[in-house]
């Protein structure tokens, strides 16, 4: 055996190949985006102005209902509920930079390497293909978070959200989680969209405003069961995505479980998390895998390569 | 002209090849119905929710509603003539990388643009006509439109999506110079709009120092007249009862004609110094 393969073979040195591969591929998103100050302009402010729109949605509701009322205890539930519904746009509004990130830069990265010509230097090269998701992913998150606590900052200085997080390591883990579980997915989407191909920016279109719909990011997700049996069809697949079920145990543990009178949600937040973290389970084991068929499917068939397919 | 022209159809062409082809015309048709839709459920389950947390009368919030849902469907003009115009120049040079070869050839680079964004305005269209269909037939928005209104409507349509197309471009003169940030601007600048302009609320909601803001913009006047030609019955106060509709017709004409003079300055500038800085056809993978 010659020295190279005992390297090789080496557990301690492929797991700190592994690890330099994740800091790697983080690298340029991590200090390419510092590089680029104007992507905090684009990137953290600009999208909030969306968000405000939907703020202000409902605080012309709350406007329209209060005009209507005399009792100022009638009044106060009102407000109470409106302020409960501004603070879930906000942890929605911030979700969705999440969303997005794992939308474009974790689903179609693969197939956007592939279209700019880096998708072969990454077979090469020899580190674990699933050490370069990681790096991705690490990296977006980096990215993102940038965007979502300027939403986060946004909605508590400038709507005047409060919250009451009276469990905060919970509010850690369900938050970690939900992570987790939405980048394992994105990871698994990176492999599907080298399949599909083309397909893959549409799908990635596709995959917005109805899951902004399906995921509750602008209303509590419960409220799609009072909409009829439509309704409950969509949240019952809505789930599927973790951004619901991590929503949903997020708004309970800043709100209290008693905001809404205690009846728009899901399931407890503790079974919420243990759903969040058989999902994470799930979709890194099937990334694993759909990125070890893809590659083999695109090296027999010879489109590891092809361009614009 | 006849070059300007034949650049339009062609860009056009090319434009609706891009957004078409890639899959079958009955999932393409079904692609372009689902996103505005499911826009519109959006909006449709957060009036859902609050009447139902606070256990009101939905018909006290009907003519809300119908506000919200009708400026939500015509908003599917901006986001899509929006991205159709600045993420051209960031999908030919960061995507397809043949930004060189259109720009090198002996054609309008401007009027590629709009014939491009062409193909998004024709889908934004039947996008609206799909939303407010669905919306008059099953969620009981007030739609009341008489054949009378006709060409005023045409023509506030014609002249709200001159405005978007010259502020698209001026999104694109801008986009030159900057990194791969589609998706921040897609978001982004609409996002503006959809604050200021009374998509859905009125402007009367927004803080006293927002309104002049969503006064100043052009596009206000676009979603208030459109609205009392689709909705006349709602009686929101809007801030803009003042403005007869004449007032507001001859305001988005002048409107075009001064931002299209803008986006011909910006473009041109920000062509100017993607030149000279040589990021014509740069590319920024993160």
Known sequence: ?309 | MSTYWRTFKTAAWLGWEMDSNWTEPWLFALYSIVKPVASAFILVLMYFIFVVIGQFRPEDFNAGFSYMYIGNAFFIFVASTLFGTFQVIQSDREWYQTIRYVYISPISYYVYILGRAFSKIAVASFAVVITLVFGAAFLDVQIAFGLEDLPLFLASLVLGIGVLLAIGICLGGISFLTAKHTHGLAEGIPGIFYVFCGVLFPLSVLPTWAQPIGQAIPLTYWFDITRRLLAPAAAIDTTLTGYSDGAILLLLLLSSVAFFGLSVLIFKTGEHLARKAGKIDMTTSY
């Open chain 1, 1 to 309: 055996m010659s020295s190279v393969t005992v390297r090789r073979s080496d557990l301690r040195y492929r797991i700190g190949l592994n690890l330099r591969s994740v800091v790697g591929r983080a690298y340029p998103r991590v200090i390419g985006a510092n590089r680029e100050p104007s992507w905090i302009f684009f990137e953290g402010l600009l999208p909030l102005l969306g968000i405000a729109a939907y703020v202000f949605i409902y605080e012309a509701f709350g406007r329209q209902a209060i005009a209507t009322l005399t009792d100022p205890a009638e009044i106060a539930v009102v407000q109470a509920n409106t302020h409960a519904l501004i603070a879930t746009v906000v942890l929605g509004g911030t979700m969705v930079a999440f969303w997005l990130n794992v939308l474009w830069s974790m689903a179609s990265q693969l197939y956007w390497e592939k279209e700019i010509g880096n998708l072969q230097l990454y077979m090469m090269a020899p580190m674990n293909r699933m050490a370069l998701l990681g790096g991705m992913a690490v990296g977006g998150m980096f990215m993102t978070s940038v965007r979502a606590l300027s939403t986060l900052v946004a909605g508590v200085l400038v709507f005047g959200v409060v919250f009451q997080v009276a469990d905060p390591l919970a509010l850690v883990a369900v938050f970690f989680v939900t992570l987790v579980a939405l980048y394992g997915l994105g990871m698994m989407f990176a492999s599907l969209y080298l399949l599909w191909g083309r397909e893959a920016w549409h799908l990635s279109a596709l995959l917005e405003e109805p899951i902004f719909f399906s995921s509750g990011f602008y209303f509590p997700v419960a409220g799609l069961y009072q909409a009829g049996a439509w309704g409950r069809a969509v949240a019952i697949a809505g789930a599927f995505i973790p951004a619901t079920l991590g929503l949903d145990a997020i708004r309970q543990l800043t709100l209290g479980s008693t905001a809404f009178g205690g009846r728009y949600w899901l399931l407890s937040v503790d079974v919420e998390l243990g759903l969040l973290v058989g999902l994470a389970v799930l979709f890194l084991i099937l990334a694993r895998y759909a990125l070890a068929y893809l590659e083999m499917l695109a090296k027999r068939e010879g489109t590891l390569t092809s361009r614009h397919q």
